[in-house]
T-cell receptor
């Protein structure tokens, strides 16, 4: 079983749609959680950190469920520019980050 | 501008010909790491370094070497490249603040080993 699992997609949605991604992690001792965005074969860039209380940044909302060991990302009012691969990232007590394989999002006009 | 740089960005080589991919960061970060990214496998850590002269293996270290003689530089060395090392490589850095922190990535190096 992978340490961090994501649905690879692709999710193909029209502009303006709301789309949600989920991610599960296997290590219950994990302490830090992130969503990164990666455009086609470019470097991953931090989209947002994920906090226990949930957090929102504009159209993006991230949630953490420690009991069920999953993280979610909700994108509202999708834009064409949101088309990318979204990586779920989990950190443990060490400094190591474990990356999911990513979920691909395609937003169509 | 705060950044992580990698060179070269693209490299085609032949089996067995030693190569080095350089990585440099200007953010005074203690932690640096190398990843490879392959389709369907995501980012896998090759080696990491917690500070100067402190390096350790990641998940897929076979066939790679690293060194950390200066805080800002963390080169990746392939002593005898093989075709299964064809991949997209990323260098990343982060500060050490007591746990896994946001990592900042270089632009990537596409390597093809013939």
């Amino acid at each position: 079983r992978k340490e961090v699992e994501q649905d690879p997609g692709p999710f193909n949605v029209p502009e303006g749609a709301t789309v949600a991604f989920n991610c599960t992690y296997s290590n219950s001792a994990s302490q830090s959680f992130f969503w990164y965005r990666q455009d086609c074969r470019k470097e991953p860039k931090l989209l947002m950190s994920v906090y226990s209380s949930g957090n929102e940044d504009g159209r993006f909302t991230a949630q953490l469920n420690r009991a069920s060991q999953y993280i979610s990302l909700l994108i509202r009012d999708s834009k064409l520019s949101d088309s990318a691969t979204y990586l779920c990232v989990v950190g443990g007590s060490s400094y190591k980050l474990i990356f999911g394989s990513g979920t691909r999002l395609l937003v169509r006009p | 501008e705060a950044q992580v740089t990698q060179n070269p960005r693209y490299l085609i080589t032949v089996t067995g010909k030693k190569l080095t991919v350089t990585c440099s960061q200007n953010m005074n970060h203690e932690y640096m790491s190398w990843y490879r990214q392959d389709p369907g496998l995501g980012l896998r850590q090759i080696y990491y370094s917690m500070n100067v002269e402190v390096t350790d293996k990641g998940d897929v270290p076979e066939g790679y070497k690293v060194s950390r003689k200066e805080k800002r530089n963390f080169p990746l060395i392939l002593e005898s490249p093989s075709p299964n090392q064809t991949s997209l490589y990323f260098c990343a850095s982060s500060p050490l603040r007591g746990g896994a922190e946001t990592q900042y990535f270089g632009p990537g190096t596409r390597l093809l080993v013939l």
